[in-house]
Every structure is written in C-alpha cells, then in structure tokens.
C-alpha cells in the first residue's frame, strides 16, 4: 500500500512540474515518499522523518555546485579542476563516513550515460559549511577558480561537460547500473539523499536520471566556461528549477566572492537567508456586497515582493504588494484562491505558491446589548459534575424571599433553601431538605431522584417531584410547607420529570417521561393531574387516537443492529410519548406539554383530565438563509446554508398572552434515543456518513453530501425517512400559536451569530469542554429552558444555551416580532493553566424570572441554575428602578383616597417620571398624580410604569365596602373619656349579642396573668382574656374590672391590633383622618396602621373611632394585619358550614373565608357567624388569642 501512495505522489509532481511555467515548490507533493526499508534511526544530515519516510522538506546535506571541463585535459577551462561541491545547511556537524557519491556521464551530449562510479566519503561537513570533492585538473593555467590548494577529498578522474548524474548516498552499497535514475524507482533506494542530473549548455542536449526536470541548454546546462549551482540552497527535488549556471568566463569579482566553491577548511561561510515563505495561512471571512480587505504577507527570500493570485471571486482583486480588496459580489464557501509570491532575489528569483480558501458569507451585523443584564449575586452548592444534574431547578418563593434548589450533587439528591436576601455577594444555604427520607414515609416507596420543584404562594406549598428507584415504577409529588416539612404526598406517573401547580394551587402536574431506560421495557408516559381539595392523584394517557394528529412522529420498532429506522402507529404512542415538560394557559384551565422526542405539543384539558390533542411542530429548512448553522467541525467558524432539516425537539416550552390569544414559546434543544446509557441497544441517531448510502438518491440532500466527506460527522436522526437529513434541535427558539401550533416566530442563527461574535474562541465549546466548534456536528449552543417575564410594560423571553453557556434575552411583546436585548455570559472556559474549568456559570437548566416588584433590588431578576457548575447566579436586568411609596393600601368605598409617590431612578438618560394605572378601575382608580380613589369593594393594583417602559412597581389596593350605620344608639352610650393608663373605656354597658360556643372546662388563667372581677373562672373567655392581659395586647378598666360583654369600638381595636402586631407608633404620621386629632390617646395606634394600609376611613376623610365595629368589620380588620400568620392557625372547616353564610359582605367574604378555613372562627351555638352583629370584647378576646403561641 505504501507503495502506491508513492507512486501517486511521484505522478502528481510530474503533472504539476509540467504544467508550471515559474519555478513552483512541490516539496509538500513529495513530502510522502518513502525509502525501501527505511532504517529505524535517521541518518543526520538525510532528508527523512522519524517513520523513515522520505521528506525533501526535511533540511539535509545537498549537493552545492558540479563543475567539470570534459573528459581529457581542456587548457580552456575556467576552472584548475573539476569539483563537486557538498553542502549542510543544517545546524550540526555531519560525519560522512559511510557515504558515498555515485557519478556517471557519457562522451555526447545526448544519449544513455555509462555505469555508476561510485566515491566513497569520509571525515566530517559542518554546519552551514562545504565539503569539496576535487576531481582530476583540467591541465589549463591561470584559471579563474584556482583549487590548487583547496578540498577536502581528491578523485582521480575528470567530470564531464556534456551531460552528467550526481547522487549523493548516506551509504556505500552502490546503485545497480540498471538503475539509470535513482530519484525515478519507487520505493527510492537505501541511503538516498540528493541528486543532480543536467544536460550540456547545447541545444537538444539531455540526460537519463534527474529530479523531476533538468536544465539543458545554453542558458541552463554545464560547460567549460558554466557551473549549476544550486539556487539559495533550496531543494524542492526539481533540478531545473532548483540550479542555475555560474559563468565564471565573464563573471565579476563581487559575483565570484558570491558563487565560488568552499571546502570546509573555510567553515561556516553562508549567510543563509530563509526560505522564501507565506506568512499568511488563512483568509477572513468576507461577506457578500459588503467592502472587503485582508493582507497576503511573506517572509524569507529576497525582499521586495510582488504578489499573484488565481481564482478570487467576481468583486476582489490583489494588488501587487499582496492586499486583497474590493467587495464581493455573491455567497460562495470554501472557493480555492492560489497566491504566488515572487522575491527579488538575483539573477533567479524565487518563486513561492499557495492555496488558501476563502468563505464569501451572508452578511450578519454585529448584535448588540439594548440593555445590561448584569450577575450580581450567586450560590455554590459546592461540587461540579461534567455530566451535569449538580444544580438544576430553581424556584422562588415571594413570601420569605428564599429560593428552593434541587441539588442533585447530594447522596441522595436534596432540596437546599436558600435565602436572596438584598441579592449581592456569596449566598448562603439555610437548610437542606432530605427529601428521600420524606419520599420513603410512603410505604413501599425506593427514592430514586429529585427531579423538579415548584412554589404556589397562594396555598404556601411546595412542590417535589420524585422518582423510584425502579425506573418502571410510578413516582411521587410532595407536598410541602415553606420550612420543607411533608404535609401529603400523591402518586405520580413512572419517572415525573417537571412539576407545576396551577396559580390557585387547587391542581397540581407532573410531567411523568416513561423512558425506555433498560432499552427493553418502556413505560407509558403520562401527565399527573392532582386535586389538592380533594386529595385525589389521576394519570392522563396518551391512549386516545383520535386526539394525535397524522403527522405527529412516533418511534417504530428496533432493528436486529439496535437501531430504529422506522415510524410506529398511534396506537404505540401510549408507551412511546415522553411528556418533558409543562406550562399553562393565562386561565390555568389548559396545559401544554412538550413531547421532546417525538417533536410534538400535546394540549390538555386540566379540569376534564383530558388529552384534547397532540400536534407536531414540523421541521426548520437548514437551506433557508436565515437558518444557516455550523455543522462541520473544523475548528472554524462557518455558517452555511445546507438543504438538512432541524427536528425543532423542544425542551423548556413557556406560554403567555397577547390581545386574548395565546402563544408557545419553545426552546428548540433536540434529543436522542439512546438506552441504557451504556452501551445503548435501542437508539435512533448515527452519522450521516453511515446513513449516505440510504439517502434517496434523487433528494437534494443526497446530491450535497455525495462526493464529500466533510459532513460525515454531523449527527442525524435515522426514523424520519432517507428523503432528507433530520438533524435534532433547531438551535433556536420559537414562538407558536397555541391554538393551531403555527409558528408565528422563529430566531433562525441568532445564536450561533451572537456567540460567534462574542465568543469566537469558544464558538460552539460543550459545557464540560472549552475545544471550539466541538458541538457544531451535534446540537450546536443547544437551547434548554425558556421563560418569560414582565419588564415594565415589555414581554421578555430568556433562553438558557446549555452548552456554551450563557442567557439569551429577546424582548417578545410582539410575538411576530421579537427583537434581541442582551447576551450574558459569565463562565470562565479555562483555569489558570489553560485546562477545562469546571468551577464557574456552565450548563445552565433551569431559570426563575422575578419581577421588579418582588425582587430585593427593585429591579427584576434572573436566577439561572447551573448544572455542570454546581451553582446559581442571580442576574439583576439593568433598567430604570420605580419604588413606591407604599405597596399596600386599605380604604373604605367611597371613603376617603390616598397619595402614592414613586421615585424614579432613571437608566439612560431617560425622564424620571411614571405612568399610573389600576388593574380595576370599577374597585380604584389612579390619577396622573398617583391620587388613589376607592370605588367600591375589592382589590386593585396600582401599577406605576417608568418612561422608558422598563421600570415598574405595583401596590395592591384593598378596598372594603362603606359600613352600614345603625341609626339606633346603643344602650347606655359611653360618656366618659378613656382612662390614659389603660387606653380602654371606663364605663359603660351593652346588650350581649350571640357569643361563641363554650369551650369544655377552660383551664384557669396562669397565677401571673391578671384577675377581673368580672370575669370569673368558669368565664368561657376566661383563658384568653387573662392571656392577653398577660402580654399587654388588652387591658382592664380603673375599677377592676374587664366588661367582656362591652361592645368594641374602631379605636379600642385599632389599640389592640398595633399592640400585637408589635408595631412602633412613636413615629406615625399625624392628622390622616379629620376625626383623629393628635393627642388623642388612639391617635398614633389608628395612624401606624393607617400607614400599614390595614386601617380605613371613610369617603369624607374620617375615621369614626368613637363607632362599634360589627363581626365581619373587626375579621377583616384582622385577617390585613394577619394574612401572612394564617398558616400557624389550626382546625378549620370552610364558610359554606354556616347557615348564615350568606349574609357575609362581598367585601369581607375572602377575609372571613379564611379565618374560618384557619380555625380562628367558630360562630355561634346556633351554627351561625353572624356577620352583622356588633363585636365584644370578649369576643375579639378569643379571635385575637387564635395568634398567641
């Protein structure tokens, strides 16, 4: 076999050599040609690489310059004698013991030559130094070279004129005489080194062994007047073009100086200028009808230069000091542009050629930032993986500011809670959840994963999905409290992948995946749909044919080989689809789940537990301008058009709505079906050189790829067909109609040209490697999540690039028109010692979107979950910050308004100012000013938007209906002014409206709480009066007493609700109602909590406080000042319970609904609440007492 590689060389340099009119280096041609039973150990000073292959390029011992005068004595000759002049331009000494000179020439100048006589050498040639073999004299006298006294070995014969061969040999074995040219025989033989062959200085004359050419003639053979001497001790094994003459019949003394013999008596003597050589070894890319210049340059040689080239597309051109310009016309890849470089040496120039390929490209713009996205806080969970699954989902939880992370580096995987905080700096973990020792609790349950986690602050649950240990067993959904602790868990389908609870928390789902993962048995995926009201868990199956759509791909069965090739029916969905994951319409009535791999979208009626349909999302055209990608993985960067089809396979999927319609938001990742892991035998990808052969031979795809080896590694799909290429992913992400799944968007290239244009030493590096263009055949930056999130009044979309890393942010407000705002990428690729870090921002997952209104920073956030990193950055999106001056407020309908302020903290340059506006105008309305004016009972939020459009803050507005006031005067109306030690009434009496059932012998109070004289042990309020009293929230009157049957008034309970919530009302504002005067002992206590939004007045401006509150006034009073405290209450049932349900407010029904739900209500005897009925002391005694530990 090496043989013919030879010999395929050897013919390609004739070829060329008899095409080129200049003097052309073929030495890379010939780089390859190897020496029959080349000897283990390379002879210094022989043109051979460590294999023993011969490579000319390989600096060696040349022969220099051959003088003869004829073959008798010639007393017109030039020179005393014949010579031939060895060379060693390398930078050691070389022994020639053993070598050898095999000469032969003939009587005329044409015709064979005689048999091979051989000289043996010996004694050493130094570095950049001559050796001189001096042959007999040429019997002239006063001859202008003189070597009377010169050489360094004599061989007693003369050296022809007329035509003869020189070769030199690192060995003495001789060449056989049937061998007239040793440079021609494949393989060469033994020992060859170098070889002169030349004809006479006469016309026609020729000669029967060379390299490759030879000169001849009168201006390039030998006589008695010329020498060939070898051209600034090139070798490129072309006689004729390596050698020129030296006259030295009419040569000058500077000439002489130049080009005369040495021997090594005289040492290093050259001065040795490099090889004339290119220095440029690639072009830039150019971009079609766009200016383009790029510089040719060369060094060695002999300067100046002047440059050529041959094949530069319509629009360039070269000048000839080597610059390339112009503007190219048309996109064209790869095309082939030979430069040639001629230098100024004399009297021969040397001449140097190259073939460099050019790309003429779309043009893309350079992408820039709209606006800064910035990591301003993160948290390490400690351990990095290269296979990932360290960090993966994050979520956050408004209500206590911490984020809930599944860990999975943990033994066995956990769920950390950790703190934002202010969000700056290194955080810290409060705890880990061990959440397979709550998995277990079930009976029968094997903990297998931590797969995903969810937060509904409604209910104040969290979610856990976990799998079995059994990859064929059914898993579970936790359900837990803010701290962790198990409430209930719920079955879940075999292997729940991503868990979502809708926006009520009343359902709670599971994308349960089913995965093949033994490549034998594969379990049906499913979607779990759990009724938390009920406690009842249901998996919807992909069982109904008629709701999947004909197009919609399903896997056919295994190949003998292990791999699928072919497409199954709709009855094989059941067990083939692999639901991934889950968002939900505005409505949370319907969720959309995507099935990666099987490139679908499959809707589902939530409430009916139904599959309404399964649709496929097509394929993306790789030959569409637009869509161009990098598929070949050659350390470059080349986008290129290619007639390949992206199976979109979508990982992360987000919805959200525009004017009423819904749209799907896809981040187009791709995935494989390869089980098990190891060794997989049920797989569905191979490359395409495996698959070329089964292409339809008259496909477009089949006519590109045949014939070319450079797409061979791009990894294909091999069960959608051989009428194109499937490549998996789409390396985008779209945006489609929920309804039709038409696809109203798609990102195209952007991301492989953004991350082109910022990182193009990394460009397409995977997320455990930093090798450049190592994902370009596979997936490319391979998009992962998606989420969207409200900035100002802009939609965004923010896409996680999984392997090269970073966050894609595009502004999609206009679903049809998205446009791109920031790209930020914090990994470090390389530690200090240029070697794969792990420890950084790499293999993002998952990504939590929170909004500037309940983001620590006022502005909004991204936490982005790093699985290969083992970490979680926080980003804080750089935009105007708006604060209000309060986030809640509480009003009365028709009662008196309140003022928010905003201050603005432009970004920009932009004007610090706001736009108002209510989500109820029929509950609140706003002016320009920030004047709130409550309208009628309910709850508003009031939205203050920056100029620019991205800053925003909200404030919810709680407004009660006005209280109905009862003309009648209750009996004996209190007179007398407050006791200014107890802040309580002093005297007075009421009739006692219904009272709470009687607890079953109440405990006495502690003998350190205070007694009432009224109030006697057997008191059904006894216990919590006499605790109250203890801390202070309610107090006696100056005679004793404690008057538990005495009606409650606004004031007496806006005391009792400031004193236990702890509130400080040193510094309350003053004068916020007209009837609350400073001074007044309830003043500060009804402006602290007027200024907490908890207390109301009325539409006139006043207060009221001298009026009795009714029930439903006093619990909704309470249920505002402890809304957040609800989840320590116990017991419970629900508001229907009550026969006078009926008669709760609208307004007050949310607020009593839940004291009831927590066990803080129990109504009367009778069964009833009665809402209407004026409130005592005693009674609000007992509701108030429900939040005392």
């Not at 898993?475 to 701290?483: H, K």
């Not at 040193?1066 to 939004?1093: C, H, M, R, T």
């Amino acid at each position: 076999m090496m043989g013919v590689i030879c010999l395929l060389n050897r013919s390609l340099s004739k070829i060329i050599s008899a095409t080129l009119a200049a003097q052309l280096s073929i030495g890379a041609l010939l780089a390859a040609v190897p020496a029959a039973n080349a000897a283990p150990a390379v002879v210094p000073g022989t043109p051979y690489i460590s294999s023993g292959t011969y490579d000319v390029t390989v600096p060696h011992i040349v022969i220099q310059q051959v003088y003869g005068a004829g073959l008798s004595s010639a007393t017109d000759a030039y020179a005393s004698h014949g010579f031939i002049e060895l060379f060693n331009p390398t930078d050691s000494d070389v022994s020639l013991d053993g070598w050898s000179l095999q000469y032969a020439d003939r009587s005329g100048k044409t015709g064979p030559t005689g048999n091979w006589e051989q000289l043996n050498l010996s004694g050493t040639i130094k570095a950049k130094s001559s050796y001189l073999v001096r042959a007999k004299a040429t019997g002239t006298t006063g001859a202008k070279v003189d070597l009377s006294d010169k050489g360094d070995l004599d061989w007693d014969r003369y050296i022809n004129n007329k035509g003869l061969k020189v070769v030199l040999m690192s060995n003495d074995d001789g060449l056989s005489n049937d061998l007239k040219n040793p440079f021609a025989a494949d393989p060469l033989p033994e020992g060859y080194v170098d070889m002169l062959g030349t004809g006479s200085n006469d016309s026609g004359s020729d000669i029967d062994g060379y390299e490759t050419d030879y000169p001849t003639g009168d201006s390039a053979g030998t006589s008695k007047k010329k020498s060939l001497r070898r051209i600034d001790f090139q070798d490129t094994d072309n006689n004729k073009n390596d050698f020129r003459q030296v006259d030295y019949s009419s040569i000058t003394d500077s000439a002489y100086e130049a080009n005369r013999p040495h021997d090594s008596e005289e040492g290093a003597w050259a001065d040795l200028p490099d090889p004339l050589n290119f220095e440029t070894t690639s072009l830039p890319a150019a971009y079609a009808n766009q200016p383009y210049t790029a510089s040719i340059g060369a060094a060695g040689g002999v300067a100046p230069y002047t440059f050529s080239a041959t094949g530069l597309p319509e629009g360039l051109s070269l000048s000839t000091e080597g610059a390339v310009y112009g503007t190219p016309t048309a996109v064209a890849l790869g095309l082939p542009i030979t430069f040639t470089v001629t230098d100024s040496a004399t009297p021969t120039a040397n001449v140097k050629s190259v073939t460099l390929s050019l790309n003429v490209d779309t043009y893309r713009p350079t992408v820039t930032d709209t606006l800064s996205i910035n990591k301003i806080a993160d948290y390490s969970v400690g351990a990095t993986s290269a296979d990932g699954g360290v960090a993966e989902i994050v979520k956050f939880n408004k209500d206590n500011g911490k984020f809930y992370l599944v860990n999975g580096s943990a033994t066995p995987p956990s769920l950390d809670i950790v703190s934002l905080g202010q969000a700056d700096g290194t955080l810290d973990k409060e705890k880990s959840v061990l959440v397979a020792e709550l998995a277990e609790q079930t009976e029968g349950f094997a903990f297998g994963d931590l797969t995903s986690v969810d937060v509904n602050t409604t209910t104040k649950r969290i979610y856990a999905a976990v799998q079995e240990e059994d990859s064929l067993k059914q898993g579970l959904i936790l359900e837990l409290d803010y701290d962790g602790n198990l409430l209930r868990s719920f079955q879940a389908g075999v292997q729940p992948d991503m868990v979502k609870s809708t926006k009520d928390g009343r359902y709670v789902l599971s994308a349960d995946e089913g995965e093949p993962r033994d490549g034998i048995n594969d379990p049906a995926g499913s979607v779990t749909i759990v009724d938390t009201t009920t406690g009842t868990s249901v998996q919807v199956y992909f069982d109904d044919e008629e709701a999947i759509a004909d197009d919609v791909h399903i896997r056919g069965s295994v190949d003998e080989d292990g791999i699928i090739r072919s497409k199954g029916s709709k009855a094989d969905a059941y067990l083939d689809f692999e639901p991934e994951y889950i968002t939900l319409s505005s409505d949370n009535g319907t969720a959309y789940v995507s099935l990666q791999e099987n490139n679908a979208i499959a809707t589902i009626d939530i409430g009916a537990k139904q599959v309404v349909s399964v649709k496929s999302l097509g394929y993306k055209d790789f030959s569409e301008a637009a869509n161009a990608l990098d598929v070949q993985s050659d350390s470059s960067i080349l986008l290129e058009n290619v007639p390949f089809k992206g199976t979109y396979m979508p990982d992360g999927i987000a919805s959200y709505s525009v004017n009423g319609v819904t749209y799907l938001l896809t981040a187009n990742e791709g995935d494989a079906t390869e089980w098990p892991e190891e060794d997989p035998i049920r797989a569905n990808i191979a490359k395409l050189g495996d698959i070329k052969a089964s292409l339809d031979p008259d496909s477009e795809a089949y006519a590109f790829v045949n014939g070319t080896t450079k797409y061979d590694g791009v990894e294909v799909l091999t069960d959608r067909g051989n009428d194109s290429i499937y490549m998996l992913g789409g390396r985008s992400f779209s945006i489609w109609n929920a309804d039709t799944l038409e696809q109203v968007y798609d990102s195209g290239s952007d991301f492989e040209v953004i991350t082109s244009q910022r990182l193009p030493e990394y460009f397409n590096a995977s997320n455990s490697k930093i090798k450049m263009d190592d994902r370009s055949t596979k997936k490319g930056p391979e998009p992962e999540d998606i989420k969207t999130g409200v900035v100002g009044n802009h939609i965004f979309a923010f896409v996680g690039l999984e392997r090269v890393g970073g966050i894609m942010t595009y502004d999609i407000t206009n679903p049809t028109a998205p446009t791109f705002v920031n790209y930020t990428n914090s990994r470090v690729f390389a530690d200090e010692q240029n070697k794969v870090n792990l420890d950084t921002f790499t293999g993002p997952e998952g990504l939590e979107f929170i909004p500037a209104e309940e983001s620590p920073t006022g502005r909004a956030l991204l936490l982005v979950a790093f699985e290969v990193g083992g970490k979680v950055g926080v980003y804080e999106l750089e935009t105007t910050k708006v604060e209000l001056s309060r986030k809640t407020l509480s009003l009365t309908a028709s009662g008196s308004g309140a003022t928010l302020t905003a201050a603005v903290t432009p970004v920009g340059g932009s004007e610090a100012s706001v736009t108002w506006s209510s989500s109820n105008t029929a509950v609140a309305t706003i002016t320009e000013n920030g004047v709130v004016s409550p309208l009628s009972a309910g709850t508003a939020v009031i939205r203050a938007v920056s100029a620019d459009g991205y800053g925003s803050a909200e404030a919810v507005v709680t407004v009660a209906a006005a209280p109905v006031v009862t003309p009648s005067t209750p009996t004996n109306p209190t007179t007398t002014e407050p006791d200014d030690e107890s802040g309580e009434e002093t005297d007075g009496s009421t009739t006692n409206p219904t009272s709470p059932t009687s607890p079953t012998n109440p405990t006495n109070p502690g003998t350190n709480a205070p007694s009432f004289v009224d109030v006697s042990t057997g008191h059904w309020a006894s216990e919590v009066i006499a605790k109250l009293a203890s801390k202070g929230i309610m107090q006696g009157m100056p005679d004793g007493s404690f008057q538990p049957n005495k009606r409650m008034t606004r004031a007496e309970y806006m005391a009792v609700l400031a004193r236990l919530l702890g509130l400080d009302t040193s510094s309350a504002s003053a004068n916020v109602f007209k009837d609350v005067p400073s001074g007044k002992w309830y003043s500060s206590y009804i402006n602290v909590l007027a200024e907490q939004g908890i207390a109301g007045g009325f539409a006139d401006g006043t207060f009221h406080p001298d009026q009795d509150l009714t029930r439903e006034e006093a619990f909704v009073l309470l249920y505002r000042a402890m809304k957040d405290k609800l989840g320590s209450a116990s017991g419970g049932s629900s508001l229907d319970s009550f026969k006078d349900n009926a008669n709760v407010s609208s307004w007050a029904r949310e607020a009593v609904s839940a004291l009831v739900q927590a066990g803080v209500l129990q109504g009367g005897t009778d069964g009833k609440l009665n809402p209407k009925l004026t409130i005592t002391r005693a009674e609000i005694a007992k509701i108030v007492a429900s939040f005392l530990d």
